[in-house]
């Protein structure tokens, strides 16, 4: 059977490619998902995920993150923590438990303590030295400065589809601040008899309309999932336009159960791809009224 990898932004390429690698060789889902963020995690270019990540106000970098098995709906997650290396692998571990599968800060922190994962201080000299710049000034939260959540989705070659997610939130949130990345049916959600679905963009707007889930149903309606992503996100814009008056951005990726990928976004977007019949790309969105216009993007 055919395998199906995607993540979000151009950030994600080299870890679409580790995912790639894996599933070609008859890897699991799970496994290609949580290497594919991991290497996103690990890499300080990247100023919103792991290390390098930006920090809240008060120059702490705390880290979300979240885990899904389409096969079982089982799901991990974990938020506002600090000090560990990678929120994907804690969140992953907590997923099979009956209980306590979302823990958040010092219990989240312990958790991962006494179960032996790495721990690792993510605030580097260059996010320091960004927060110094920006720390006095007033300024309005952008979802997409400096890019946001790293997103994973992966078909596996048995079929199962498994969703990840891992971000250093907005940069100069609040203390305690946690946005949809963790939170199961808003920031990703999969069910292998379906499809997968996965946000990035203003938590607090995703959140509103639980995108995910809402993707991953208009599949089980029987949409594509390109359609099923770009009605669910040009659904939730236009119903916050009409009550709020403006809409912040808001991007999805979907993989369907037969391993179709599809794309929604009210704002320009990238992200890479790869299948059983194609390396890994990345592509850039356009949103055109309810559509989306999709072109590679050359990194040369």
Same mark, same amino acid.
């Given at each position: ?130 927060? &110094? $710049?920006?720390? #006095?000034?007033?300024?309005? @939260?952008?979802?997409?400065? =400096? /890019?946001?959540?790293?997103?994973? *989705? ?76 770009? &009605? $669910?996100?040009? #659904?939730?814009?236009?119903? @916050?336009?009409?009550?709020? =008056? /403006?809409?912040?951005?808001?991007? *999805? ?48």
């Amino acid at each position: 059977m055919e395998w199906t990898v995607i993540g979000t932004w151009k950030m994600a390429a080299a870890g679409v490619r580790i995912a790639a690698d894996i599933l070609q060789q008859g890897g699991t889902a799970a496994d290609a998902v949580t290497e594919g963020i991991s290497d996103v995690e690990d890499n300080p270019e990247f100023h919103s995920v792991g290390y390098g990540g930006r920090p809240d106000r008060t120059c702490h970098v705390v880290l979300d993150g979240g885990f899904m098995d389409g096969d079982t709906l089982h799901f991990g997650a974990v938020g506002s923590l600090e000090g560990f290396r990678s929120p994907v692998r804690i969140a992953r571990s907590l997923m099979d438990k009956e209980a306590n599968n979302f823990l958040v800060g010092p219990g989240a922190e312990a958790y991962a303590r006494a179960n032996g994962f790495e721990e690792r201080d993510n605030l580097t000299e260059a996010a320091k030295e960004i927060w &110094k $710049a920006e720390k #006095d000034r007033l300024k309005k @939260l952008s979802a997409y400065d =400096g /890019h946001d959540t790293v997103c994973f *989705l992966a078909r596996d070659a048995h079929g199962t589809i498994c969703a990840g997610t891992s971000t250093s939130g907005l940069f100069m949130k609040e203390p305690g601040r946690v946005g949809d990345t963790p939170v199961p049916g808003s920031g990703y959600y999969a069910d292998s008899r379906t499809g997968a679905a996965a946000a990035t963009g203003m938590g607090e707007e995703i959140m509103k309309g639980a995108l995910s889930y809402a993707c991953v149903m208009h599949m089980k309606n029987g949409m594509s999932p390109m359609e099923a992503a770009q &009605k $669910a996100v040009s #659904d939730l814009d236009r119903e @916050l336009k009409e009550r709020n =008056g /403006h809409a912040e951005a808001m991007s *999805l990726i979907a993989v369907s159960r037969q391993g179709e990928w599809g794309i929604g976004t009210n704002v320009e977007f990238t992200f890479a791809v790869s299948d059983s019949s194609h390396p890994a790309k990345v592509y850039i969105a356009r949103p055109e009224a309810d559509a989306v216009r999709i072109e590679e993007l050359n990194l040369e």
